[in-house]
Nanobody
Framework: QVQLVESGGGLVQAGDSLRLSCAAS????????MGWFRQAPGKGREFVAA????????DYADSMKGRFTISRDNAKNTVSLQMNSLKPEDTAVYYC?????????WGQGTQVTVSS
């Protein structure tokens, strides 16, 4: 069992930066692929970024490449999402995800609002 708690969301202006963090409890954190997803009002949940267990391989949605950076600290059981050059269309609830074969977990989400 893994519990995920996101933090760092808030209200920012277009062009600003924001750093989200996700703290994981439970064992074997490094065995999980960690990811971030988001859900805007009236839309489905979409993939943002993911990082493998060792932290040496990442993947991003096309619209986030070059602006967002995912990282993890296996010693602290945390994963972060650095978001730069934020746009109003980045407004959404951002969710942390942990997955490995046969198991998947979600956090409760953190709201990010970008004003124009």
């Amino acid at each position: 069992q893994v519990q995920l708690v996101e933090s760092g969301g808030g209200l920012v202006q277009a062009g600003d930066s924001l750093r989200l963090s996700c703290a994981a409890s439970g064992r074997s954190f490094s065995s999980y692929v960690m990811g971030w997803f988001r859900q805007a009002p009236g839309k489905g949940r979409e993939f943002v970024a993911a990082i493998n267990g060792k932290g040496d391989s990442t993947d991003y949605a096309d619209s986030m490449k070059g602006r967002f950076t995912i990282s993890r600290d296996n010693a602290k059981n945390t994963v972060s999402l650095q978001m730069n050059s934020l746009k109003p269309e980045d407004t959404a609830v951002y969710y942390c995800n942990a997955r490995r074969p046969g198991a998947g977990y979600w956090g409760q989400g953190t709201q990010v609002t970008v004003s124009s």
